[in-house]
């Protein structure tokens, strides 16, 4: 087609409406990539958006060598195993930072994220109490799974995808997270597991695995059931080493099956990569690994995808091989400063009381006090996105839903620079809030519950 008509056919497209519906006739050409660019100004801007845990920044090298590699399937282990052993290399990496015992090779894999990650944490879990309950002659109906009701929603299409009970542990008082006694008292022999989570994401703050883990030590040399422990570390899996060594949560404790992880959290890579871990061979079911052609030899792989890109896999390396123990270190404890200094200057803005302090994940959340009658927190987060800042607001579950927060992820990215910029903002937009001299409308339930993660 001459190009005169092509630039004509173009132009009637863009003067009606970009095709929605159906694929167009003739294609646009180069001038799509334009047109999409435009189309996509309409999204937040990632930098300013402190709602999201996941990446949102990474060295210019890095995203070089993710888009060289975007070719690469991670499940053609035959075809790319040099990919394949970088994979390899991280789990060992990871294995070795959450003191898998038996050092290299560690027992795990690459996941999508998280999700997946919980989904097959979960699944072995399932799979081995079933062996249980057979060896015994018990029944394998009723498998149910105990935590918090501050879960992140993977655990909820987990349970429901598998067919799992959700025991979940309801907040209480100033407990925003699961608490040891009382998932010891959910407990039973249907239970496959534990769920602990490093951090919750409602607040930031670290469950207490070890002495949930002590809990059920003591339930089971009680004659009680003999529970184990997944820990959700989507957050913390890349932080607590780093910057709470001392902290016990991983397979320190022996109790501790398996830890999932988001390589595209703090593991400070562009989305999809996450990571699950196990303490050792004996803790991942051998019927739940397939084998894969590997350089004409068989590999084995756990995994709920076939296809997926392998260019996060290796970015995941790149980062580790990049920044080291100390680089992570030091990003990561930028990243809690900026959070904690955050967190410090906003409670001294005057209506807001702290939930969290930023010194667990460099994560926090922050309510009205009690007397602001004319506005809400869903208030404040409007006003802030009128500056570009995206901070959600939102409700927090059974049995606090009288406590309604903002939060603010601080990433790698986020400086102290923009920190005051941010508080400039937030002061400004309080001020103002605060002459008002009636109540604001109230906004819909809808509105109210539009964040759920
Ligand atoms: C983010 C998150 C998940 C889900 O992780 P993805 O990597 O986005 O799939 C699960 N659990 C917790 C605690 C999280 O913070």
């Not at 040099?82 to 959450?98: D, K």
């Not at 996941?111 to 072995?124: N, Q, Y």
């Not at 839903?401 to 102290?416: F, I, K, P, Q």
């Amino acid at each position: 087609m001459a190009s005169t008509e092509s630039s004509r056919l173009i132009l009637d497209e863009v003067l009606g409406r970009l095709p929605r519906d159906e694929i167009p006739t003739e294609g646009f050409g180069d001038a799509a990539s334009d047109l999409i660019t435009n189309e996509l100004l309409l999204d937040g801007n990632s930098r300013l958006n402190l709602a999201t845990f996941v990446t949102t920044w990474m060295p210019p090298d890095a995203a070089a060598l993710m888009a060289a590699t975007a070719d690469k399937n991670m499940i053609d282990k035959d075809e790319y195993p040099q990919t394949a052993e970088l994979e390899n290399r991280c789990v060992n990496m990871l294995g070795n930072l959450w003191h898998a015992p038996g050092g290299a090779p560690a027992t795990g894999c690459s996941t999508t994220g998280s999700s997946e990650a919980a989904m097959l944490g979960g699944l072995a879990l399932k799979w081995r109490w079933r062996e249980r309950m057979r060896a015994a002659g018990k029944p394998t109906d009723r498998p149910n799974l105990v935590m918090g009701i501050n879960v992140q929603v993977c655990w909820d299409k987990f349970c429901r995808y598998w067919d799992v009970e959700p025991r979940l542990v309801p907040m209480e008082g100033e407990r925003f997270h699961l608490g040891a006694e009382e998932a010891v008292k959910l407990c039973d022999e249907n239970t496959i597991g534990v769920v602990a989570i490093l951090g919750s994401t409602f607040d930031g703050s670290y469950e207490p695995v070890k002495e949930i883990a002590d809990a059920l030590d003591k339930l089971a040399a009680g004659g009680g059931p003999d529970v184990p422990i997944h820990v959700d570390a989507a957050s913390g899996g890349f932080i607590a080493p780093f910057l709470d060594p001392k902290l016990e949560w991983d397979f320190r404790l022996p109790r501790v099956q398996s830890i999932n992880s988001s390589g595209h959290k703090y593991g400070l890579v562009y989305p999809g990569v996450g990571w699950a871990l196990w303490r050792d061979r004996d803790a991942l079911p051998r019927d739940l690994v397939f084998e894969v052609n590997y350089l004409g030899g068989k590999m084995p792989t756990f995994a709920l995808n076939f296809s997926r890109p392998g260019s996060q896999v290796v970015a995941q390396y790149f980062m580790l091989l990049s920044l080291g123990m100390h680089g992570y270190r030091t990003v990561q404890g930028v990243a809690r400063d900026v959070a904690t200094r955050l967190a410090s200057e906003i409670a001294k803005i005057g209506p807001y009381r702290l939930v969290t302090d930023g010194s667990q994940l460099p994560v926090f959340a922050f309510a009205l006090a009690p007397d602001v009658s004319n506005y809400t927190v869903f208030d404040v987060s409007l006003r802030l996105r009128e500056r570009g800042w995206l901070v959600p607001a939102y409700t927090f579950p059974a049995n606090r839903e009288d406590l309604s927060v903002l939060r603010v992820v601080v990433r790698a990215g986020m400086t102290h620079d923009m920190a005051d910029l941010f508080l400039r903002d937030l002061r400004d937009q309080t001020k103002s809030l605060e002459q008002l001299t009636e109540r604001l409308p109230q906004r819909s339930e809808e509105e109210r519950e539009a964040f759920r993660h």
